[in-house]
């Protein structure tokens, strides 16, 4: 960031933050102002909820923390606050509708604009601002994906359309790849736009273990199904079985059997589950019990980014996979351009030095491990961005979606959920140890 210069860096924050602005109005705008207020789901906000609390954060981080700037709404600060009302209480509040949170968010974008073009970027400041603007964009953009799962709930005629994710470019890949024995750098220290969870950068050593080339596919997913997986408590831990029983979880979200085979609803279109494409929307304790089943393991969170970052040529860590270069569209399938993963083979350009292919975009990837912060972690800016979620309750996912943009992911990017959630579109690969 720094080499960029100043004009160069106030240029990349603008266009990023418009970026994400593009696609929060592609999101908001696809649907009537009726559906925006509605809440699709008691998981998620009503859409209209989150369009005012991109802004609101915007307003309170941008205008009033960075540009010391008067505030717009202090009367709304509250009815934004994530931490003030759960997601199923949102609908109740008296929230701005559709018109007045669009003028909010735009006024708040022209202020931010305005501190952009003043907001002296040099030395402690460059990199406390150039930070609060890479926040603030990954924060929309966070919230975009958000609302891209909220839609892939809404019920009715489809509103997002996207051409198919390619398939493969390369023949069959190797079923694992062989993660030698060694320490490597976990983490960052210097990544601009790196959130406190992610820092700082820490050496693990790590025992050698084989990883699958791929996350695991619809088709292998199937197997498992009609293996009895879901019937079969021996494939389940006993918190996951529990959460099936109670539930009667029989299959991934949004997929049901008919006599030709199973079906999914995917945007408001119902299809055949397309067998080459990786699975999406399955629990933690979905995918521990398909890996339990195939006699492998998922991996811990170091193993994860091990196999994503370590070139064992120069001995260090990559930003991405392929480099340190950020991504194309040949590298990942991120940012919405396609809404469903990929096939296995489908982006060689953005394999690890070792072969470990679709680590970034497609689906994020449960980890075993329990979110927590790393040695020497510092909340920052505030506690509640990461610390507050610490603990054993929360399981770290990596690698970002087909719904993440390339802004808010990387190789150290860290996401955590309850282990029961599936409307995010999140998948899985498999580990096992290394019998050496
Ligand atoms: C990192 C995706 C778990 O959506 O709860 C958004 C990101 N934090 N607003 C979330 C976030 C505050 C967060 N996740
Ligand atoms: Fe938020």
């Not at 669009?102 to 040099?122: N, S, T, W």
């Not at 993440?404 to 995010?424: H, K, L, M, S, V």
């Amino acid at each position: 960031l720094r080499a960029l210069g100043t004009e160069r860096l106030r240029e990349h924050a603008a266009r990023a933050l418009t970026r994400a602005r593009s696609r929060s109005t592609v999101l908001t705008e696809a649907v009537d102002d009726a559906e925006l207020v509605r809440q699709h789901s008691k998981l998620m906000s009503p859409l209209v909820w989150d369009l005012a609390h991109i802004g609101s954060q915007e307003e309170l981080w941008l205008v009033r923390d960075v540009g010391g700037l008067d505030p717009l709404r202090p009367d709304i600060d509250d009815l934004y606050d994530a931490f003030q009302h759960k997601r199923a209480d949102r609908p109740s509040l008296p929230l701005l509708g559709p018109a007045e949170a669009r003028a909010y968010v735009g006024q708040v974008r022209a202020k931010a604009f305005d501190v952009l073009e003043k907001v002296p970027m040099e030395g402690r400041r460059l990199t406390e601002a150039g930070f609060a603007f890479g926040m603030i964009t990954q924060h929309e953009q966070q919230h975009d994906e958000t609302m891209l799962a909220t839609h892939q709930l809404r019920e009715g005629e489809p509103a997002l359309h996207a051409p198919p994710a390619p398939g493969s470019r390369t023949g069959p890949l190797p079923e694992e790849v062989l993660v030698p024995a060694g320490r490597f750098t976990m983490g960052t220290s210097v990544e601009p736009w790196a959130l406190d969870n992610e820092r700082p950068a820490h050496e693990v050593d790590v025992d050698a273990f084989l990883i699958d080339t791929t996350p695991v596919t619809n088709g292998a997913y199937v197997d498992f199904l009609e293996s009895g997986g879901y019937t079969e408590r021996r494939w389940w831990s006993e918190e996951g079985w529990r959460y099936r029983t109670e539930n009667d979880i029989t299959a991934p979200r949004f997929w049901w059997r008919e006599t030709d085979g199973w079906w999914r609803r995917r945007f408001g279109v119902a299809e055949p589950v397309p067998p080459g494409q990786f699975v999406v929307h399955v629990s933690f304790y979905e995918a521990e019990a398909y890996a339990a089943w195939a006699g492998k393991r998922l991996p811990t969170e170091r193993e994860w980014e091990k196999a994503a970052r370590f070139d064992p040529a120069t001995g260090q860590s990559r930003r991405y996979p392929w480099g340190n270069e950020e991504p194309t569209p040949e590298h990942a399938n991120l940012g919405q351009r396609h809404l469903t993963p990929a096939e296995p083979g489908a982006y060689p350009a953005g394999a690890s030095p070792l072969g470990v292919h679709h680590l970034i975009g497609d689906v994020w990837e449960w980890t075993s491990t329990d979110f927590a912060g790393y040695p020497g972690f510092a909340a920052f800016p505030y506690r509640e961005y990461s610390e507050v979620f610490f603990g054993p309750e929360y399981k770290v996912l990596r690698g970002g979606s087909f719904g993440t943009d390339e802004a808010a992911i990387r190789g150290t990017f860290r996401n955590w959920d309850y282990p029961i959630r599936r409307q995010i579109f999140s998948g899985f690969r498999c580990a096992r140890d290394a019998h050496v």
